[in-house]
């Protein structure tokens, strides 16, 4: 029913940018909260950061705080995750995904276990 499909990965010098878009189906994209989360090798998924259907509240990791934002554009069912002042320790595979829930709140938000929908994911490397 929902599928999601993540693009825009690729490798980068420590310092640099990349913009990851991740492109929805569904006829009611504008009406969930969305979600990117990452996992590097041998670790758990982590998140990352989410935005509210209208794209009025977002939310991020203290990890990636001040270095990534994320933006959406309903019309055109797609999510975005502008990432600057790349580190090497945000090398991982990048996930979008769709909250489970309608809530705003950052504490139903940040799980892994919030989200339902998932895209299969786009792999960011970050050389020093």
């Known amino acids: 029913q929902v599928q999601l499909v993540e693009s825009g990965g690729g490798l980068v010098q420590a310092g640099g940018s990349l913009r990851l878009s991740c492109a929805a189906s569904?006829?009611?994209?504008?009406?969930?909260?969305m979600g990117w989360f990452r996992q590097a090798p041998g670790k758990e998924r982590e998140f990352v950061g989410f935005?509210?259907?209208?794209?009025?509240?977002?939310y991020y990791a203290d990890s990636v705080k001040g270095r990534f934002t994320i933006s959406r554009d309903n019309a055109k069912n797609t999510v975005y995750l502008q990432m600057n002042s790349l580190k090497p320790e945000d090398t991982a595979v990048y996930y979008c995904?769709?909250?489970?829930?309608?809530?705003?709140?950052?504490?139903?938000?940040?799980?892994?276990?919030?989200?339902?929908?998932w895209g299969q994911g786009t792999q960011v490397t970050v050389s020093s």
């Open positions: 995904a769709r909250s489970s829930r309608s809530s705003t709140s950052w504490s139903l938000n940040v799980g892994v276990s919030d989200y339902n929908y």
């Open positions: 569904g006829r009611t994209f504008s009406s969930y909260t």
């Open positions: 935005i509210t259907g209208s794209g009025g509240t977002t």
